[in-house]
């Protein structure tokens, strides 16, 4: 799957997680995109609607890369798995517990997967706020 083909699938699972109808999005910014060994960040802006109106949201779309020397290490899917648990288990506890609005620390958590080699992680972008 050519990487705007995985881009396409996460932002359809986005907006099915959030309720968006007829969206659209796009990169912000042709050279946004960055990589390190642990993943490839590519920021982009959805706009759709839902019931309550339109709505825009900044996001954050975390790839894994396909090296093959941390496949071989099994690390991808540890670090991917950890991230997600943190996100999805350990956050919305603390968000739970707080005697606060925890939206001001922590993105809001979109969509994720730890298959092998479709691991991806997708949360607000918090820096457009």
């Known amino acids: ?3 705007e083909d995985r881009l396409n ?9 959030i309720d968006l109808k007829n969206y659209k999005y796009t990169k912000i910014g042709p050279d946004e ?3 390190n060994y642990l993943g490839e960040l590519v920021f982009i802006t959805v706009t759709g609607e839902t019931d309550d ?8 779309v975390k790839f894994a890369p396909n090296r093959a020397e ?6 991808l899917e540890l670090v991917y798995s950890v991230e997600i648990a943190v ?8 968000k739970r517990l707080a005697k606060f609005d925890t939206r001001e620390l922590f993105p809001e958590f979109l969509y994720s997967d ?12 918090m820096c457009s706020n």
């Open 1 to 3: 799957m050519s990487s």
């Open 9 to 17: 699938y996460v932002v359809k699972q986005v907006t099915k997680n």
């Open 33 to 35: 995109t960055i990589e």
């Open 53 to 60: 109106g339109e709505i825009k949201k900044d996001i954050v």
């Open 70 to 75: 941390l496949r071989q290490w099994g690390t």
């Open 87 to 94: 996100y999805t288990v350990l956050l919305a506890h603390f």
């Open 114 to 125: 730890c298959e092998q080699y479709k691991e991806v992680l997708a949360v607000s972008n």
